[in-house]
């Protein structure tokens, strides 16, 4: 396989939709407009559901584009070789138009002839029964499709928490969908006899979703309606191909983020590869794009999601021995990369360095004052920091319970999760009474 730069895989990707009858559309923000069911924008199809439904025309059947995407469910993993919490999807779509056929053809041939993966390396997931879904049928319809074009080891049916996909926020159009993966080889397996696709060691890596056949609407009732149409929703991460496309081991070393990466290890004795750099590489890059679009740090919903994103970085940052001056330069880096991409990541300059350097103003505060006080829990623990304590930081001093944990962490010790949990039902409970 040759080497492929980010910006000539977004190039190769629209160019082939374009050249097969799709519009090509621009993102759209991360902050999602008119759905209140969804904090942020976290997949291709979020901006676009009022055309699924029928609500609103498409300007045309077929769209395709590359969005911004912010997913955080998975911040724990943020680290390992491929997790992010900023990620752009490319994305095609048929709406009311073509369906199983043309969609996994269509991924199918961009993937064989256009990027020339090694598609003896390639697997595909379809949707199997699943009794959490007793109404949806098992997808025979692919399966079928993908048996003309892979080994049929190489095809594997799996249930409602892999291949049904949807919604995005908690209702509106889903359905079962079908995953193309890549296998990287043993080398970045488990190693067990059950290891596949659905394995979660790595070896696999998801590189599309080769479509969401969207067929159904989940009410707000739980109940599924059929949609007036049967649309496709397919989308592939260009970190996850940059990965393979590049031959390198980590989304980290893709010319994506690397050059950020070697940012944050110039001022640090950590190595490339250690999480602390990993999290604040991707953290800063998140953030910055998040205030591109307008989200300013606070306490609730997107606001308190960036505030998190970007504490967490400047905790690590601290724990890395990174100035804050460096993440300055960090998020310039960020905007450099991306701003050929997105007009509004170019003009928000100034924005990001306010915010960052206010917020970090704000956090310095609150970190010595936690700091103290977890001196003081520390002297008098025993291996362990309780729930309780770990909820005292939390509420009177604003520090959350993952960065309790980190500091502890980082000293040996470890934080009593269950009972902090149990401390926060009783003043929630105590709060509503
Ligand atoms: N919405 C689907 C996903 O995010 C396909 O793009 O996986």
Redesign the pocket.
Known sequence: MRYWSHSEIRETFLKYFADHDHLVIGSRSLVPVDDPTLLLV????APLKPFFTGEQDAPRKRLCNIQKCVRTNDIESVGDRHHLTFFE?M?NWSIGDYFKQEAIEFAWRLISEGFGFDTSRIYATVYGEDRKLPEIPSDDESLRIWETLLPPERIIRLGAESNF??P?GTSGPCGP?TEVFFDRGEEYGCGQPTCGPECECGRFLEIW?AG?FMQYDLRGDGMFAELPFRSV???AGLDRFSIILQSVDSVYETDLLKPIVEIVVSESELPADAKSVRIITDHVRCGTLLISDGVQPGNLGKEYVLRRLLRRAFLHSKLAGVSSETLLTAAATVRELLSPYYPEVKDSGELVRHTIEKEHASFETTLRRAMRELEKIVDSSNGSITGADAFRLHDTLGLPLEMTKELAHARGLTVNEKEYKEQLEEHRRRSRG
Do not use: E, T
């Open positions: 976290n997949s291709g199809m999807m994305g996909w949807g995005a969908c979703n969401v929703d397919a989308g």
